[in-house]
């Protein structure tokens, strides 16, 4: 069994910047996709960035020139930039990784307003 542990929320203004990481249990060069996603109160469960083994990267276009996915494998952990950050960013932020299981953290929650 895989564990993933979200860290790196919090509280931020509009137009604030925040790092988002999520570390393994284990190597996670074995997964063949990670990825964040996010829940906002009353909504859907969403897509909003992952990254591939080879390095390819898919972003929701809501966050596409604002967030960066990343994951360092010596690490063991995956991280997400957000940048410019809106008041329709606040959400759980959860991490995902997949090979032949997929695995979920408990998520971690950022909250924009001023």
């Known amino acids: 069994q895989v564990q993933l542990v979200e860290s790196g929320g919090g509280l931020v203004q509009p137009g604030g910047s925040l790092r988002l990481s999520c570390a393994a249990s284990r190597s996670i060069s074995s997964f063949r996709i990670m990825g964040w996603y996010r829940q906002a109160p009353g909504k859907q469960r969403e897509l909003v960035a992952q990254i591939l083994t080879l390095g390819n990267r898919d972003y929701a276009d809501s966050v596409k020139g604002r967030f960066t996915i990343s994951r360092d494998n010596a690490k063991n952990t995956l991280y997400l930039q957000m940048n410019s950050l809106k008041p329709e960013d606040t959400a759980a932020y959860y991490c995902?990784?997949?090979?032949?299981?997929?695995?979920w953290g408990k998520g971690t929650l950022v909250t924009v307003s001023s």
């Open positions: 995902n990784a997949a090979d032949t299981s997929y695995y």
